[in-house]
């Protein structure tokens, strides 16, 4: 009887620390949705302010008009690498929240 009772606590433990992980990952995914959601929008707002630079820049040929074109291109970009940063980022969450489920089942 001794011996079953350590098992279940043993498995009671594990389980626990198994539910602890899956709500951490949890608040870590949900954070990170939301930080993308946030990052689409200021990526929309960026693509289309490089956007105007450049035509603005096609049609004055100014040297300054130029360099503000390829300003607003690199911020764009910028904001896109971190996009795609961010998206396997919750991508992995994904996985690993999948995986704590899939040990609690």
């Known amino acids: 009887p001794a011996r079953g009772r350590g098992r279940r606590r043993s498995g ?13 990952v949890g608040a870590r995914l949900a ?3 939301v930080e993308l959601q946030l990052l689409e929008e200021r990526r929309a707002v960026l693509e289309e302010q490089a ?8 049609v004055s040929e100014s040297p300054m008009a130029v360099r503000e074109d390829a300003e607003a291109r690199r911020h764009a970009d910028a904001l896109e690498r971190t996009r795609r940063d961010l998206e396997a980022t919750v991508a992995e969450l994904e996985r ?3 995986e704590l489920l899939e040990q609690l089942g």
């Open 12 to 24: 009671d433990v594990r389980r626990a620390a198994v539910e602890r992980r899956l709500r951490a």
């Open 31 to 33: 954070a990170a949705r």
């Open 51 to 58: 956007d105007e630079a450049h035509v603005a820049a096609l």
């Open 96 to 98: 690993r929240q999948s």
